[in-house]
């Protein structure tokens, strides 16, 4: 497996493996499938999103930095990020393959620190999250409701580049 930044011939592939995702009901709030189109859209962003290639040079996973407040210009080096592997890729390396790459994208832009919320059952996120130096900060309570259920998020970042210097 390889890891190299996505183009928009990639969304197709990202949208399939997203809607995997969204489809398990333990990733995320959305409930909405995502088309090719929605995921175009995040290319306009001008962030990075990078995608894990197998060896048949096919898309299993893919990791992406979306805006975090950009009306706020103190947070202006912050994104929020997103990784998903297809289903039948997991366990082997890619979602570990794409966060690397997604930080080092994003500390090449001068964005010093990824966040993100995961869902307290959803042991692989938080696995990946340990073996890839994001840092679990605490528990949102009753942060949405999913499927009309109440859930907690676990709020995580990773610092990159000149934030990491004490
Ligand atoms: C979460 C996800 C991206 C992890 O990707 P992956 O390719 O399966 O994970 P990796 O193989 O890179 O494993 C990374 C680490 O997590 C551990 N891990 C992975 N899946 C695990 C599981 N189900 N239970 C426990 N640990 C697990 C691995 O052992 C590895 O740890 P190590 O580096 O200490 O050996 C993937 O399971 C997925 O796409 N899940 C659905 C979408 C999702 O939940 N995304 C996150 C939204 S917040």
């Not at 995997?20 to 962030?47: H, K, S």
């Not at 073996?131 to 998020?153: L, M, Q, T």
């Amino acid at each position: 497996m390889r890891a190299r930044s996505a183009d928009r011939a990639d969304a197709v592939s990202i949208a399939a493996i997203y809607n995997e995702g969204i489809e398990d009901r333990l990733a995320t709030f959305e409930t909405r499938p995502r088309t090719v189109a929605d995921i175009e859209r995040w290319f306009d962003d001008a962030l990075p999103i990078v995608v894990v290639d197998d060896d048949a040079s096919r898309v299993v996973g893919w990791a992406a930095a979306h805006p975090y407040r950009p009306d706020r210009e103190a947070y202006a080096g912050i994104a929020e990020f997103s990784v998903y592997v297809a289903r039948a890729a997991r366990g082997r390396g890619a979602g570990r393959l794409a966060v690397e790459a997604l930080a080092q994208e994003a500390e090449a832009r001068g964005i010093w620190k990824l966040v993100s919320r995961i869902f307290p059952e959803n042991v692989a996120s938080l696995a990946l999250c340990r073996s890839s130096r994001v840092r679990e900060v605490g528990v949102y309570r009753r942060h949405g409701r999913r499927d009309g259920e109440w859930r907690d998020c676990v709020t995580v970042e990773r610092l990159l580049g000149e934030a990491l210097a004490d």
